[in-house]
């Protein structure tokens, strides 16, 4: 057996006992990548890959929080209208624009790396691709899995705010973002482990401090599913709603499993990460990958390249931009 084929394996014998949530689970949704391609800027762009692996590693040594923000930016990206780069877009009344993407990062080195391209291989290499390839490079640079991906998604022409109100924000019920992933394409699976991605990063205080002071509606109230010692830690912390605070309390900057290990110290940060344990379609999964996190790490790289084939636009679908903030003029 090939290795891939073996880990596929083992993860599957490891969920036996949790059958049948788990089965299905594991059943694929299909992709429809067909045109795209892992060699499609071979002959027209081959320093593609490079130049984004170059600049992703100097941002990174710049400001390495800017690596989980340019993940989450591909996951916004996807989650309205597929992989287009429809969050890019610098319009008035566009995704960018909205609250749900007021506390995205990164928009800088996309830009940067897209000048770049434009010197070496100009309209070529699209905004979509890009963000597919950064993100890659960025989870490989914090201790994330390497895996190659496919290109050829085309850039799309709009981009609307309110189409981001789709985009869970750590509110929602695990049925609400089950149906969520399934309208991407995306299985319970892929929710699980893609929710992993919580391994890394930071979110503003803004987004949990309900569950400190006002769980409910019930002013004073606090979400009990949160252990006694780290609510007084993120009571202490989260004082402003701006304020910054580890995704993953243990160990905030490194890629591994241990995300998947806090739930189960009722330490997830936001309430859908907790709820991922305690619901019985998604708590087998939580619990298998609590212990394996090779199984993890590389079912994270297929996890992520589903979500990058997620409503991809090609050939005169779509464009490949010339800069990734607006529309093509011609
Ligand atoms: C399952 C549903 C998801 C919910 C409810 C959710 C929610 C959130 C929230 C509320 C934040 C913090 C935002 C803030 O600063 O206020 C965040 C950050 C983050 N999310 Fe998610 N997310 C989800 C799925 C994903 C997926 C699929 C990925 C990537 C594969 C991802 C990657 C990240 C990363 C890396 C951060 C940290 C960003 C940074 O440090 O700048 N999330 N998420
Ligand atoms: C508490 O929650 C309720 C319901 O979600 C909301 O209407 C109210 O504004 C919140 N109060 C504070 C102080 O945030």
Not at 113 to 128: D, F, G, M, Q, R
Not at 149 to 159: E, H, T
Not at 211 to 240: A, E, F, H, M
């Amino acid at each position: 057996m090939k290795p891939s084929t073996s880990l596929f394996f083992h993860l599957f014998l490891l969920l036996l006992p949790h059958l049948p949530s788990a089965v299905h689970a594991l059943k694929k949704a299909p992709v429809d990548d067909d045109d795209l391609d892992m060699h499609y800027y071979a002959r027209t762009c081959p320093s593609f890959e490079a130049i984004v692996g170059s600049k992703i590693a100097h941002w990174h040594s710049v400001d390495p929080t800017l690596s989980p923000s340019l993940l989450r930016l591909l996951f916004h990206d996807c989650a309205v209208r597929g992989c287009d780069a429809s969050i890019l877009l610098n319009n008035p009344g566009g995704e960018r624009k909205s609250p749900a993407a007021a506390t995205l990062r990164g928009f800088q080195v996309i830009d940067d790396i897209k000048a770049e391209l434009e010197k070496k291989c100009p309209k070529t290499v699209s905004c979509a691709d890009i963000l597919v390839a950064a993100a890659r490079d960025a989870t490989y640079k914090i201790g994330g899995p390497y895996w190659e991906n496919v290109y050829g998604r085309k850039d799309g022409r709009v981009s609307i705010a309110r189409e981001t109100e789709a985009i869970p924000r750590g509110r929602e019920s695990i049925t609400d973002l089950i149906v969520f992933f399934e309208s991407l394409g995306l299985d319970i699976l892929d929710l699980v482990v893609l929710s992993g991605a919580h391994t890394i990063g930071r979110s503003t205080c803004g987004a949990i401090q309900y569950r400190l002071y006002n769980y409910t509606g019930v002013p004073g109230k606090c979400d009990p599913s949160i252990n006694p010692k780290y609510l007084n830690y993120l009571k202490r912390k989260c004082r402003s709603a701006y304020t910054y605070v580890d995704l993953d309390a243990a160990t905030p900057a490194k890629f591994d499993n241990v995300y998947f290990k806090n739930l189960k110290s009722k330490m997830g940060l936001l309430e859908t990460d907790q709820l991922l344990l305690a619901d019985s379609r998604t708590g087998p999964l939580v619990s298998a990958l609590v212990s394996q996190r090779n199984v993890f790490e590389h079912q994270f790289a297929k996890s992520m390249k589903n979500l990058a084939d997620t409503m991809v636009l090609e050939g005169h679908e779509g464009e490949v931009r010339t800069n990734c903030n607006f529309v093509n003029k011609y």
